[in-house]
Nanobody, 122 residues
Framework: VQLQASGGGLVQAGGSLRLSCAAS????????VAWFRQAPRKEREFVAV????????YYADFVKGRFTISRDNAKNTVYLQMNSLKPEDTAVYYC????????????????WGQGTQVTVSS
């Protein structure tokens, strides 16, 4: 599975961005798809995950109510809608898949996209 993340950019605090994660080579079928992020000088952390079969979604506490993960089966793409962005959301955002379970552990995912930079100015 090859993943292509896109949609990052520079936005002012309070603004919105929508990230996309498109899969090629093999569909997302039966895999959970997650977003992680890594800020400068920090560990990579879990952001959100969606099940490909049950539509269930789970979020890190720091994005609840602001971010929404969704998927488009026909396009084999997962989205991360980010609203009310804060400067502390600045990070490289990665999508990942390959886990049959909905999990927050990055080691459970086999395939990773290249990352897309999100920068939120104050």
């Amino acid at each position: 599975v090859q993943l292509q993340a896109s949609g990052g950019g520079l936005v002012q605090a309070g603004g919105s961005l929508r990230l996309s994660c498109a899969a090629s080579g093999r569909p997302f079928s039966n895999y959970a798809v997650a977003w992680f992020r890594q800020a400068p000088r920090k560990e990579r952390e879990f952001v959100a995950v969606v099940s490909w079969t049950t539509y269930n979604a789970y979020y890190a506490d720091f994005v609840k109510g602001r971010f929404t993960i969704s998927r488009d089966n026909a396009k084999n793409t997962v989205y991360l809608q980010m609203n009310s962005l804060k400067p502390e959301d600045t990070a490289v955002y990665y999508c990942a898949t390959g886990s049959r379970y909905v999990t927050r552990r990055e080691n459970d995912y086999d395939y990773w996209g290249q990352g897309t930079q999100v920068t939120v100015s104050s």
